[in-house]
């Protein structure tokens, strides 16, 4: 893995200069906390990165040169910055400045200076009047069109800020429904607003290294929530995607015949629309549609060596759960993935008797990817072009994913 950087530095509105490129430890391109640690460290000044500006090279949101709009929130001292960056064309948009005074309507609001110190502001206010003040410098740990997330520190303890577009569920309300089955299963929430939340600090690590056991109990404790979620629903809840059976289906249908997958051929196209028409069958094994986390994968865990606590709602739905059975197992390594689906299908046999989950994930895997497609669509219309490059063509892909899982 290897990311390079540069930054484009303004302060209040004024272009100081650019600096770079110089290596990062981390490859994503959303993940800034290394990004801001070297430029407070090299500036002396504390930074926040407002946006992605510009990639070249690099794939899946990860390694090559990146470019990002990066505001000081003092002034640097003279002769650290250079009129350009050694890494960028001068007469790319990187280098063009268009992009200091460019603005537009899908831009997040954590993506524009002003954006960031309402957010920022809000927070620190909301804690101040909880009698619990921020003690020390915001650390950005997270910055991209899908999430802004920061960490504050408190006497209390830190705690976790983020922000999250129009087109994400409301975490709020899904971490209230889990919560009053299960209150340990996922966050504390402090504070929330219009698209942002303040959070408790998970002790622990994520579980991308977790051992089977831990992993196998996170898969148990959702399976009992959600199931206890199903028996008390009367629908839908506000604030959640309707993805039942039936409006998935369309919404594929609709997907499949407009111009976002133009690039699939005609006996690809007519390949997915026939396995749109297999929701019936996933629906006869029997799950109860709930509340589903959408991206439960082990890095959506935290442990401390005992249950894992569950986040990240962002992509939450209501409608089969098949969709979290499968997406856990493709995260794992493959030598962990039958012990991950043994314990998914004993948890829904043991919650929800007389039902089918292993079939369940026979007939849900292709039409998984096939929801997916619809999700990452969601994503590319909701963001503004600059953005784009971290999902383009990935409702094509997914595609050609479910097709590849149907043929087998």
Known sequence: MSRTVSAMVTRDGEYLGAIGPFAVNVAW????????????????????????????????????????????LERPAPGLLAETSAGDDAEGRAGSRAWLTESHELRSPWARVEGLREILGWASGVLAAAGRPVTGAVEQYRTWNLAGLFRLPTARGPVWLKTTPAFAADEVSVIAAFAAVDPGLVPVLIAAGE????????????????????????????????????????????????RRAPVLADQIRELLDGDAVAELTAEELAEARALADRWPALQDCGLPDTIVHGDFHPGNMRSDGGQPVLFDFADAFFGNPVLDGLRLRDYLPPAERPAAARAWISAWSTHVPGCDPARALAVGEPLAHLAYAVRYQEFLDGIEPDEMIYHLGDPAAVVRSALRCARV
């Open 29 to 72: 391109w959303s993940q800034v906390e290394p990004v801001v640690t070297h430029l407070r460290r090299v500036l002396g000044v504390p930074v926040l990165v407002v946006r992605l500006l510009h990639v070249q090279g690099g794939d899946g949101a990860r390694d090559g040169h990146v470019t990002y709009h990066v505001e000081a």
């Open 195 to 242: 698209r942002r939340m303040l959070m408790e600090h998970l002790p622990g690590e994520d579980c991308w290294h977790a051992p089977a056991g831990i992993i196998a109990s996170g898969v148990d404790r959702l399976v009992a929530a959600q199931a206890a979620v199903a028996a008390l629903s009367a629908g839908c809840p506000a604030g959640l995607r309707d």
